[in-house]
């Protein structure tokens, strides 16, 4: 009886194994076929809103937010400055350097000039400044700047990465 009951359980137990989506595929994967990797969501660059904070509060905000990756911080500076420095954090994202872009107050009340730094592993790495008259040049400096500071921070996650 009890073999029976076994039997009987293991026949069932079976059947609902085979059911489930993983065991049907790779029932169904031949041994010599390369199983696709599932899909990971794109990384986000983190927004952090600093302006509100004082200057020593604000660089506790980007220590914070480069703890495990790099962070790049703008101070002051307009508008096309400050979308510059994102886009400089969004590209790193896009190639897999986990980033965040901390918008910190003025601290020269000139609207036209800005001071950039970069932080990884809550150290602050790298720092210059720049004005509207050289915005173009603010994504370029940037993301060569933080991905230098990444490297420098955590070479073991850069070295995974396959940036050819």
Do not use: C
């Given at each position: 009886?009890?073999?029976?009951?076994?039997n009987?359980?293991?026949?069932v137990?079976?059947?609902?194994?085979?059911?489930?989506p993983?065991a049907?595929?790779?029932?169904?994967?031949?041994?010599?076929?390369?199983v696709?990797a599932t899909?990971?969501a794109?990384?986000q660059?983190?927004?952090?809103?600093?302006t509100?904070?004082?200057?020593r509060?604000?660089?506790?905000?980007?220590?914070?937010?480069?703890?495990?990756?790099?962070?790049?911080?703008?101070?002051?500076?307009?508008r096309?400055l400050?979308?510059?420095?994102?886009n400089a954090a969004r590209?790193?994202?896009?190639?897999?350097?986990?980033?965040?872009?901390v918008?910190a107050?003025d601290?020269?009340s000139?609207?036209?000039?800005?001071?950039?730094?970069v932080?990884a592993a809550?150290?602050p790495?790298?720092d210059?400044?720049?004005?509207?008259?050289?915005?173009?040049d603010?994504?370029?400096?940037?993301?060569?700047a933080?991905?230098?500071?990444?490297?420098?921070?955590?070479?073991a996650?850069?070295a995974?990465l396959d940036?050819?």
């Amino acid at each position: 009886m009890a073999s029976l009951a076994r039997n009987i359980f293991g026949a069932v137990a079976g059947a609902a194994l085979l059911a489930t989506p993983t065991a049907s595929a790779i029932a169904e994967t031949p041994a010599n076929q390369n199983v696709s990797a599932t899909t990971v969501a794109p990384l986000q660059v983190q927004y952090v809103d600093a302006t509100g904070q004082s200057m020593r509060g604000a660089q506790g905000f980007a220590a914070a937010a480069s703890r495990d990756k790099v962070a790049i911080v703008v101070w002051g500076g307009d508008r096309a400055l400050q979308q510059e420095a994102y886009n400089a954090a969004r590209d790193l994202t896009s190639v897999g350097i986990p980033a965040a872009f901390v918008l910190a107050p003025d601290h020269n009340s000139i609207s036209g000039d800005a001071v950039f730094q970069v932080y990884a592993a809550s150290v602050p790495r790298w720092d210059g400044e720049g004005g509207t008259n050289n915005a173009s040049d603010v994504r370029p400096i940037m993301r060569q700047a933080a991905l230098e500071a990444y490297r420098e921070a955590f070479p073991a996650q850069l070295a995974a990465l396959d940036l050819r």
